[in-house]
């Protein structure tokens, strides 16, 4: 129900009583008639300006011309509603802009996040792949080794056996001692290009196994550069697109709320109060000022229910949006982009696997299975003087053909090893924790976001 703002026109009628009734009473009827007119008019208008602060919102503005049209002085208070209504409309706007844009955001981020992980995720698979087929690899190596190492030993009793038979047997028949040893040496393979085959078949087998290592780590190498090119170009995509898109969006929030921010709407509804304050304050009668009192209590209801409204908007706001949009960053804000303890937890894993410390031993035991077979090569060498009876001429071509096949095994396996041992070091090196942590570093996308 619309209040009544009958003080003023109470007084005129009580000063219209205390004027002598004129002769004619058509007179004061007229007198009468025009107050009433006057109380009619005034309250019509009144109650129009109220209605115009009540009916104002975002999209039905123009309450400072809508009460120009009603009032001949000018009171700040119609314009400070529109200025309160088009700020919570901006507000309001921005609210579901920033929602769109912060859900937005996270789905990107997500999604570079997944893309990341998952390079991570191949680089740890790689990690133990490389880590199965080396165990394998390097077993089946030190088996083969042995094994060739077994074969040599025997070779070194069946080699003095033969030349003691040979021996004999050359005796008998009268023939050149060193054209038959020659010829035994040729038909059983042991000869610069020739192995025997209970030597050949374990040692092309370790030979094969040394081969498929140094595949195995180069594949590994591969993978591992490009699992962290893949990693490194989602890290600057990241930085390039979602995190800059973030940033830019606080400070453009920043600086909304710097001139649009709570202390502003309260500013307006202030301004609003202090004007229909002074214009009642201006008024010439006490029953004037009451009637202003009471139209001033109705439009600062209008004021204060647009104002709450502003408020409970600035409180969603700040609810949504604190420590995310709005400064200082929260750590859980800091968490979700950077995601530092989720990658801190699978890099861990990586290392935890401890490729390094693997592939460190292989290079370290590699030298001795070349030792140790070279040391039965030797061995075999050095054999040959052991057989009694044998003439020197002889003894001299076998040593010579004997050490020609030590150098051609062992040059065979340190050939296979000089290639295995770089590709080896370059896995090994790429692993190593500190280098990890340099490739896989995700410090910069916090500091974006300090």
Known sequence: MATTYGFRISELNELLAQVPAAANDDINQRFTAVIKQYADFRQSAMNDLVDFMAKASA???????????????????????DDLLQHQDNLSKLFGALQDTWTFLLSE????????????????????????????????????????IDAINREIDYLKTALKDLLGRAAEAGAALVEIVKKWFIDENIKPDGTPSDIDDPAKAALEHLKLMAE????????????????????????????????????????????????QAQAYLDQAKAGLDSWISGLPTSCQRDDGAAFRNDVNQKLDIVFKRTKDLDDQFKAKFQGALLSPLSNETIETLAQHNLFKEQFDKIKDRDLPRKLREIEEKLPEQVIKIDDRMREMVESVPDVDGIPDDVRDMAKSMTGDFREYLRNRIKTQIDSLLPIIDELKNQMIPSNLDADLNRQELESMLN
Not at 59 to 71: A, E, P, V
Not at 255 to 261: D, E, M, P, T
């Open 59 to 81: 999209t039905n503005l123009g309450t400072q011309s809508k009460w120009q049209s009603r009032i001949a002085s000018k009171v700040p208070t119609s314009q400070r509603m």
């Open 109 to 148: 981020n997500d999604h570079v996040k997944t893309d990341e992980m998952r390079a991570v995720q191949d680089l740890d698979k790689m990690a133990q792949e490389i880590l199965s087929e080396m165990d394998d690899y390097w077993s089946k190596t030190l088996d083969y080794s042995q094994r060739t």
């Open 216 to 263: 195995a780590a180069a594949e590994g190498a591969r993978k591992y550069r490009e699992a962290i090119k893949s990693y490194q170009d989602l890290v600057i995509r990241q930085k390039g697109s979602v995190l800059t898109m973030f940033n830019k969006t606080r400070q453009d929030v920043d600086q909304f709320l710097r001139s649009n921010g709570i202390g």
